[in-house]
């Protein structure tokens, strides 16, 4: 139900925006649901993937799905280097995040080019995600009704915990684009 009120809501802001006709907004298994392939010219997940149980399935599904010339874009996790990293990885589950999920920048580049994307970025928005999110969770979300209580208690861990890794170097935030072949490229 809170999935198809997303949808909603998400078709709303794109009709406000002036892209009602040209956005198709699809409520589904990322991972499991039928696509056609070369069926869509986009493809966006927004802090979503690194919840999947295989983000790898999704990608392979994403790329089996753009048309040619098509483009992917995530808001996502980039794991650190070294200690940070390894410290990153071994918290993920009480995150509800699958350790094999969290890839470093070298990770997602090699992944998503070895699927046959090209160019590959990963920007760092480390600071504006992370930090922000820390921000909103230290007043417990306010104006969602998470001022007190067990779920802001939690909201206040997470994005701390967040904001920490994030400071150490352990885990990052990252905008990744990869763009599809078409059939004229070298």
Same mark, same amino acid.
């Given at each position: 139900?809170?999935?198809? +009120?997303?949808? %909603?809501? /998400?078709?709303?802001?794109?009709?406000?925006?002036?892209?009602?006709?040209? &956005?198709?907004?699809?409520?589904?298994?990322?991972?499991?649901?039928? $696509?056609?392939?070369?069926?869509?010219?986009r &493809?966006?997940?927004? +802090?979503?993937?690194?919840?999947?149980?295989?983000? @790898?399935?999704?990608?392979?599904?994403?790329?089996?799905?753009?048309? #040619?010339?098509?483009r992917?874009?995530?808001?996502?996790?980039?794991?650190?280097?070294?200690?940070?990293?390894?410290?990153?990885?071994?918290?993920?589950?009480?995150f509800?995040?699958?350790?094999?999920?969290?890839? %470093?920048r070298?990770?997602? $580049?090699?992944?998503?080019?070895?699927?046959?994307?090209?160019? $590959?970025?990963?920007?760092?928005? %480390?600071?504006?995600?992370?930090?922000?999110?820390?921000?909103? @969770?230290?007043?417990?979300? /306010?104006?969602?009704?998470?001022r007190?209580?067990?779920?802001?208690?939690? $909201?206040?861990?997470?994005?701390?915990?967040?904001?920490?890794?994030?400071?150490?170097?352990?885990?990052?935030?990252?905008?990744? %684009?990869?763009?599809? #072949?078409? #059939?004229g490229?070298?």
């Amino acid at each position: 139900e809170r999935d198809r +009120d997303l949808a %909603t809501a /998400a078709r709303s802001l794109a009709e406000r925006g002036g892209w009602g006709s040209g &956005v198709e907004v699809v409520v589904g298994d990322a991972v499991r649901a039928p $696509v056609d392939a070369a069926s869509f010219d986009r &493809v966006v997940s927004l +802090d979503a993937a690194y919840f999947f149980r295989n983000r @790898s399935d999704f990608l392979a599904r994403a790329y089996h799905a753009l048309q #040619p010339g098509g483009r992917l874009a995530l808001a996502d996790l980039v794991l650190g280097a070294g200690v940070g990293g390894a410290v990153a990885r071994a918290l993920a589950p009480a995150f509800r995040v699958p350790r094999a999920n969290l890839w %470093t920048r070298a990770g997602w $580049v090699a992944s998503l080019e070895s699927l046959g994307f090209r160019d $590959v970025e990963v920007s760092d928005c %480390t600071d504006a995600v992370l930090g922000g999110f820390a921000r909103w @969770s230290r007043n417990g979300g /306010a104006g969602r009704g998470l001022r007190s209580g067990r779920g802001a208690r939690a $909201v206040r861990w997470v994005g701390q915990a967040g904001r920490v890794l994030a400071d150490s170097g352990a885990l990052g935030y990252a905008l990744v %684009t990869a763009r599809k #072949p078409s #059939p004229g490229d070298a």
